[in-house]
């Protein structure tokens, strides 16, 4: 695909003594949200932290652009444009919302400084973000932390924003808010690639998807492909869509 802004080209990870992604290849195109599908244990997770660097792959190429990012430390990964949102969220609880997103302006110094604009889109995004600016985060309900989390990673512009499962254990209400969240960052111009186990929030969201299982990508195709093909989604997924 020559206008994937992500291309992962037979990537290897090891943990220890466990091989756990076995020569990855995966691409994402420039400017559309790609979905990154797969049963439990199947390696997404893994995928994206060798992205990040936060595990270094052993083996294969990540280009990020065109530009070979495979050695590059974590801090000069998300220098190079890429923010990631982790399962866990990584919210500092002991701090206020605006603190939260203080730490992730790395513009900015003081709250001041921080670009106006962006503020007020984001807001417009998440309405939570400003009626709880002032309050610890680790009063936030679970929603609201992945709002949060969602916030901080894109409080300055990126090329590519990696989620990892984002939906997980919110209410209905909240995954419709992010799904819109989702939509409106897609239109910006951000590429994305989110991992996801809703599949309807997965449907919802994506018209390009792989599949992994047991470390490697078993399906790369379009969401209508897979959700036509209840064999496929079985043989792949375990479930039907």
């Given at each position: 695909?020559?206008?994937?802004?992500?291309?992962l080209?037979?990537?290897?990870?090891?943990?220890?003594?466990?091989?756990?992604?076995?020569?990855?290849?995966?691409?994402?195109?420039?400017g559309?949200?790609?979905?990154?599908?797969?049963?439990?244990?199947?390696g997404?997770?893994?995928?994206?932290?060798?992205?990040?660097?936060?595990?270094?792959?052993?083996?294969?190429?990540?280009?990020?652009g065109?530009?070979?990012?495979?050695?590059?430390?974590?801090?000069?990964?998300?220098?190079?444009?890429?923010?990631y949102?982790?399962?866990?969220?990584?919210?500092?609880?002991?701090?206020t919302?605006?603190?939260?997103?203080?730490?992730?302006a790395?513009?900015?110094?003081?709250?001041?400084?921080?670009?106006?604009?962006?503020?007020?889109?984001?807001?417009?995004?998440?309405?939570?973000?400003?009626?709880?600016?002032?309050?610890?985060a680790?009063?936030?309900?679970?929603?609201?932390?992945?709002?949060?989390?969602?916030?901080?990673?894109?409080?300055?512009?990126?090329?590519?924003?990696?989620?990892?499962?984002?939906?997980?254990?919110?209410?209905?209400?909240?995954?419709?808010?992010?799904i819109?969240?989702?939509?409106?960052?897609?239109?910006s111009?951000?590429?994305?690639l989110?991992v996801e186990q809703n599949?309807?929030?997965?449907?919802?969201?994506?018209?390009?998807v792989a599949?992994?299982?047991?470390?490697?990508?078993v399906?790369?195709?379009?969401?209508?492909?897979l959700?036509?093909?209840?064999?496929?989604?079985?043989?792949?997924?375990?479930l039907?869509?």
């Amino acid at each position: 695909m020559s206008d994937a802004l992500l291309t992962l080209e037979g990537v290897h990870t090891h943990i220890g003594a466990y091989h756990i992604l076995h020569g990855v290849g995966l691409q994402v195109p420039r400017g559309e949200l790609t979905l990154l599908l797969g049963r439990n244990g199947a390696g997404k997770t893994t995928t994206l932290r060798t992205i990040m660097g936060l595990w270094q792959a052993s083996a294969g190429t990540i280009r990020l652009g065109g530009r070979d990012i495979t050695g590059l430390s974590t801090p000069d990964i998300a220098a190079s444009g890429i923010a990631y949102v982790p399962e866990n969220m990584g919210v500092f609880s002991d701090l206020t919302v605006a603190e939260n997103m203080l730490l992730a302006a790395r513009g900015a110094r003081t709250q001041a400084q921080m670009d106006p604009q962006r503020l007020h889109w984001i807001f417009e995004l998440f309405p939570a973000i400003e009626k709880f600016w002032n309050h610890p985060a680790g009063k936030l309900s679970g929603g609201q932390k992945q709002m949060l989390a969602v916030s901080r990673a894109i409080v300055e512009p990126r090329e590519l924003l990696i989620v990892d499962e984002p939906s997980k254990g919110l209410a209905p209400a909240i995954i419709n808010n992010m799904i819109a969240a989702f939509e409106q960052l897609k239109h910006s111009g951000v590429t994305i690639l989110l991992v996801e186990q809703n599949v309807a929030f997965a449907q919802r969201l994506g018209r390009n998807v792989a599949v992994m299982d047991q470390g490697q990508i078993v399906y790369a195709g379009t969401m209508d492909e897979l959700a036509a093909d209840p064999d496929r989604q079985q043989a792949l997924l375990g479930l039907a869509l």
